[in-house]
């Protein structure tokens, strides 16, 4: 039986180093909208996963972890914010869409698509302040989206490494970025403790700090690994061994999360969050663009994986979980940092460059609360239209 083809409504944008396709839930096919299969199964197909051959040539995905992602964002239902904003990472070579995060990246698009899309007033010229509600992670995100003659103001001169070309600044924050004792993953610190030393099969004593803030994050010293820090794509995402290691690495620290029951489940169900990166003392490099970034310009060397591979510059969510741990005097970050105390903002080298963030944090009565994290990225719409996919989608 031959299928055709059906048209969605959907708003193809970047958000930070990021690309995805945005939906309103209505926006979906009717069967898909209350079915999470079938609306797995759609989304899958208008990205192009799974791809056999990695290269997302019959989708909207770039085959990478960075491009391959899916957005649905609606009015929110709740009073203290304005849109509901939920988060798909799509696996290039599986049939897997992760809900389990956010990402960082992404969440600088939701304000300039809501408003868009006509989900959220805002005023004619100045500053729209967008009131987001994570629902991967249940949490609150302030977007400040500049406005110009009625409409969200996406050229300007703010520039981003790792994106090409210049545009108008987002800032963004993230509100009590740590995890709340009953959500996923439990407290800031899910083992109650700053540094944790993993038993890791096949690999031996590993030194992290395991963090809730953002999104689930794994910090290990670079050297742990086998790292200098500076490393770019090209010199990781090519070796299956590696790769290997640092997966292992990942999964048994999700175990110890207590995110997944066995290893295996974190690779195969749950390869989003938590994220594992590393992070070195300040060392020049020249970054994937060409530029150089010197010893003097940043306070540490910061990396991380996204989906089994080597992100080409830095996770949203990532950078929330740097500023969060170098905050708190003990972790693997505020070691790295010297150890001297707290910081309220720190600037880290990437693969694609450099980004400044920000957090401050208190204890109280033996834990650690941040209020908020802070970062600015930038936004753009790239295509809004139609997106076209079979009707036999679920098949």
């Known amino acids: 039986m031959t299928s055709r083809q059906i048209g969605v409504r959907a708003t193809y944008m970047r958000g930070g180093t990021s690309k995805g396709v945005f939906f309103e839930p209505a926006d979906l096919p009717a069967e898909a909208r209350d079915n999470p299969a079938l609306r797995d199964a759609f989304l899958l197909r208008v990205v192009g996963s799974p791809d056999r051959y990695r290269q997302h040539i019959d989708g909207m ?10 957005v649905l964002a609606s009015r929110s239902s709740r009073g203290d914010s304005d849109v509901d904003y939920l988060f798909g990472a799509v696996s290039v070579e599986k049939p897997v869409i992760d809900w389990s995060g956010n990402c960082g990246n992404l969440t600088s698009a ?8 006509g989900l959220v007033d805002a005023p004619r010229d100045g500053v729209a302040t967008v009131r987001i509600w994570q629902a991967n992670i249940g949490k609150k995100i302030v ?3 500049p406005m110009a003659g009625g409409e969200v103001q996406e050229t300007g001169s703010f520039e981003l490494d790792g994106v090409t070309f210049p545009a108008a600044e987002i800032r963004l924050e993230f509100l009590d970025p740590g995890a709340e004792d009953d959500g996923d993953g439990g407290a800031m610190f899910p083992t109650g403790r700053k540094v944790d030393q993993l038993q890791v099969p096949d690999v031996g004593a590993i030194e992290a700090t395991l963090i809730n803030a953002g999104n689930p994050t794994i910090f290990v010293d670079a050297a742990a690994l086998g790292f200098r820090g500076t490393e770019l794509q090209a010199d990781v995402n090519g070796d299956a061994t590696v790769l290997a290691r640092c997966e292992t690495i990942r999964a048994h620290a999700t175990v110890a999360m207590g995110l997944a029951k066995t290893a295996e489940e974190a690779t195969e169900k749950r390869p989003h969050t938590p994220k594992l990166a590393f992070v070195a003392s300040p060392a020049a490099y020249v970054a994937a663009s060409g530029k150089r970034v010197a010893v003097d310009d940043i306070d540490l060397c910061a990396r991380i994986f996204s989906m089994g591979k080597l992100h080409h510059a830095m996770t949203g969510t990532g950078a929330v979980a740097i500023a969060v741990a170098a905050a708190i005097p003990g972790t693997v970050v505020a070691r790295v940092l010297g150890g001297a105390g707290a910081r309220e903002e720190v600037r880290f080298g990437h693969p694609s460059g450099a980004l400044t963030v920000g957090a401050s944090a208190s204890e109280i009565d033996g834990e650690w609360q941040v209020a908020k994290a802070t970062m600015s990225r930038s936004a753009r719409r790239l295509m809004d239209g139609v997106v076209f996919v079979p009707s036999n989608y679920a098949s």
Not at 61 to 70: I, L, Q, R, W
Not at 110 to 117: D, E, L, N
């Open 61 to 70: 995905g770039g085959a990478t972890s960075s491009t391959s992602k899916v």
């Open 143 to 145: 977007a400040y989206v």
């Open 110 to 117: 939701v304000g300039p698509f809501a408003i868009a899309r």
